[in-house]
């Protein structure tokens, strides 16, 4: 699933941000609005994304407000995106070259075809 569908799936999550990042990224990522949001619609806090994008290879995430207790899955949703080819989602590295990305060996090439920026 792409991040722009997470966008349209995540409504009131991303109130606030468009989520950038390549579509391979989008399981892990649903995993984590799908937790976020299932807290909100049990009466709970409903998290706002502030920032949803690749930063230096992996998946950098920003929520406010978010309830503490999904605080640490948070962090291990970015842990796992340098574990995951942002291309295509299969098991990959994190390349620390000047330009720092997370690939499979089918993917070590290939550029963002996906928006980066979200202005
Ligand atoms: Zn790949």
Same mark, same amino acid.
Request: hydrophobic letters at 35%.
């Given at each position: 699933?792409?991040?722009? %569908?997470?966008?349209?799936?995540? =409504?009131?999550?991303? +109130?606030?941000?468009?989520?950038?990042?390549?579509?391979?990224?989008?399981?892990?990522?649903?995993?984590?609005? %799908?937790?976020?949001?299932?807290?909100?619609?049990?009466?709970?806090?409903?998290?706002?994304?502030?920032?949803? !994008?690749?930063? &230096?290879?992996?998946? $950098?995430? !920003?929520?406010?407000?978010? %309830? =503490?207790? %999904?605080?640490?899955?948070? *962090?291990? *949703?970015?842990?796992?995106?340098?574990?995951? @080819?942002? *291309? @295509?989602?299969? =098991?990959?590295?994190?390349?620390?070259?000047? &330009?720092?990305?997370?690939?499979?060996?089918?993917?070590?090439?290939?550029? =963002?075809?996906?928006? +980066? $920026?979200?202005?």
């Amino acid at each position: 699933m792409s991040l722009a %569908d997470l966008e349209s799936k995540y =409504p009131l999550i991303y +109130t606030h941000c468009h989520p950038r990042g390549g579509p391979g990224w989008g399981a892990l990522l649903e995993v984590l609005l %799908d937790q976020l949001q299932a807290r909100a619609d049990s009466g709970g806090v409903q998290a706002r994304a502030l920032l949803t !994008r690749e930063k &230096w290879g992996r998946l $950098s995430l !920003r929520f406010s407000p978010l %309830d =503490p207790a %999904d605080e640490a899955m948070v *962090v291990y *949703v970015e842990k796992l995106s340098m574990h995951i @080819c942002e *291309v @295509c989602g299969a =098991p990959g590295t994190l390349i620390p070259e000047a &330009w720092h990305r997370t690939r499979c060996n089918a993917h070590t090439e290939a550029r =963002p075809t996906w928006p +980066t $920026s979200d202005r």
